[in-house]
């Protein structure tokens, strides 16, 4: 069965092929950084306009790239919640469309639940329950993964998401945006115990995230309490490297040891991890350190498959479809 995913969730635009939920036959995705980067952050109006702009040429591409005609498409797959509503909205009519010229059926996908499948589509021997940490720019959710498809939400951010904090930290330290990456390959030559950055566990065993006050915590770090920045001299490339590591050995821990937290709870036998920090090099790291200590998998998909695609929306509609979880030509965008 051939599905074609649509993903415009955010500022990725994005169409892939998927063959039954496994085999991904292609996946085209434009990324719209260079668009945002000059405002250090995604603007919804700019997202929209973009996506508009390339969402035909970009289903096209995936459907030249599997060297096939759209009317061997079996089913259409798409992103509906959540997400920038009028992004959200592109890639839904255009989905809508397609599955009303083709008379195929259309599921509609949730963006945070396809991040999970991810992880499905590179290995074949997880097992459930799993605990599953989604950490993206909009998103910090663990979730007791049931199965393929069903998640149920066990904490999530009281305010910044992971993402974001890294965007945001990348924005004050003047490293551009998007941050994630930036700050991964900074902090390799940065030392992580150079500022000791608070980390807020909140109550006891609690699930729930908080990465505000580090980001408020970084930014004092970084020009003084006044946030005048009284002192002229530049700081050193290596002093910005070691506030670069120190932050993100702060969330790592955070994330660690809460996903961690959450496994021992629900006596899962894996952990999967989805989202674009999921492609953070220290937070595999640490993940995999820690999956060798207690014994449990962790899985964490290629990078490519970690930053927003429509190959996981296509995998996950597969699996949606096996369990007759088909929608009507009614279903909404939710942001
Ligand atoms: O999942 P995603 O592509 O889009 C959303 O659904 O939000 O995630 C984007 C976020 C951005 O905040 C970006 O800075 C972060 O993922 N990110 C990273 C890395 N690569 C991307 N954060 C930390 N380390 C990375 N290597
Ligand atoms: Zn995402």
């Known amino acids: 069965m051939l599905i074609l995913g649509i ?21 085209i995705i434009l990324s719209q950084d260079t668009l945002h980067r000059h405002f250090g952050g995604v603007v919804p109006e700019i997202a ?3 996506h508009l702009e390339s969402i035909i040429g970009i289903i096209n591409n995936a459907l030249v790239d599997a ?9 259409i797959a798409v ?3 959540p997400g920038l509503i009028g992004a959200l909205l ?3 009519t255009a989905a809508k469309t397609l599955s009303m010229a083709l008379d195929v059926p259309i599921i509609a996908i949730n963006h945070l639940h396809a991040h999970i499948y991810a992880n499905n589509l590179e290995y074949e021997d997880i097992q459930y329950p799993a605990i599953s940490l989604v950490v993206s720019g909009g998103h910090t959710i663990l979730f007791l993964s049931e199965s393929e498809t069903k998640h149920i939400p066990l904490g999530w951010t009281i305010d910044d998401a992971a993402g974001e904090a890294f965007d945001k930290v990348s924005k004050i330290l003047g490293l551009g945006y998007p941050g994630g990456p930036v700050i991964d390959r900074l902090a390799r030559q940065g030392n992580q115990r150079a500022v000791t950055f608070p980390r807020a566990y909140l109550e006891k065993d609690s699930l729930d995230f908080s990465f505000s006050g580090l980001k408020t915590a970084v930014l004092y770090h970084y020009r003084g309490q006044d946030l005048k920045n009284n002192d002229t001299t530049t700081p050193s490339d290596q002093k910005i490297a070691d506030i670069a590591a120190s932050f993100q050995e702060a969330v790592v821990d955070v994330l660690v040891e809460k996903t961690f937290l959450a496994s021992r709870m629900y006596n899962a ?5 989805g989202g674009g920090v999921a492609a953070n090099s220290r937070l595999r790291q640490r993940l995999k350190d820690k999956s060798m200590e207690l014994s449990v998998p962790v899985y964490c998909p290629s990078i490519r498959l970690c930053t927003d ?3 996981m929306v296509a995998g996950l509609a597969y699996k949606m479809y096996e369990e007759g979880d088909v929608s009507g030509l009614d279903f909404e965008a939710i942001p």
């Open 90 to 92: 592109i890639g839904v």
């Open 7 to 27: 993903e415009t969730s955010c500022d990725e635009t994005s169409a892939a092929i998927v063959k039954d939920g496994k085999e991904i036959v292609s996946s």
């Open 48 to 50: 929209c306009r973009a």
């Open 269 to 273: 036998r894996g952990v999967l991890t």
């Open 79 to 81: 992103v509906n919640t």
């Open 309 to 311: 695609n429509a190959a």
């Open 67 to 75: 060297n096939i005609q759209l009317n061997e498409i079996d089913a």
